[in-house]
């Protein structure tokens, strides 16, 4: 497995529990909204942050995407 894989992975796993989500509803969102582009896109400056900053950026992203991150409601789409 490659290092941006691995990143990608870990990514993944950390927003999971962050956002209280299962992998596939991590997968499936990362997926539709291009989150795993910007992971291999942004892979050098992001591998070098913690965790806590790379689940703000993705919520960033996302919420530049359509979403609007919502504590009682982890992730709901404003474009639907």
Same mark, same amino acid.
């Given at each position: 497995?490659?290092?941006?894989?691995?990143? =990608?992975?870990?990514?993944? $796993?950390? &927003?999971? =529990? !962050?956002?209280?989500?299962?992998?596939? #509803?991590?997968?499936?969102?990362?997926?539709? &909204? $291009?989150?795993?582009? &910007?992971?291999? #896109?942004? !892979?050098?400056?992001?591998? =070098?942050?913690?965790?806590? !900053?790379?689940?703000?950026?993705?919520?960033?992203?996302?919420?530049?995407? $359509? &979403?609007?991150?919502? #504590?009682?409601?982890?992730?709901?789409?404003?474009?639907?």
């Amino acid at each position: 497995m490659s290092k941006e894989m691995a990143f =990608t992975v870990f990514c993944l $796993g950390n &927003y999971k =529990t !962050y956002r209280n989500l299962n992998g596939r #509803e991590v997968s499936l969102l990362f997926d539709r &909204y $291009g989150v795993f582009d &910007y992971i291999r #896109e942004f !892979y050098d400056v992001l591998h =070098t942050t913690g965790h806590n !900053y790379i689940n703000n950026d993705i919520d960033i992203y996302l919420n530049s995407r $359509g &979403y609007i991150i919502n #504590e009682n409601h982890p992730l709901q789409n404003t474009s639907e």
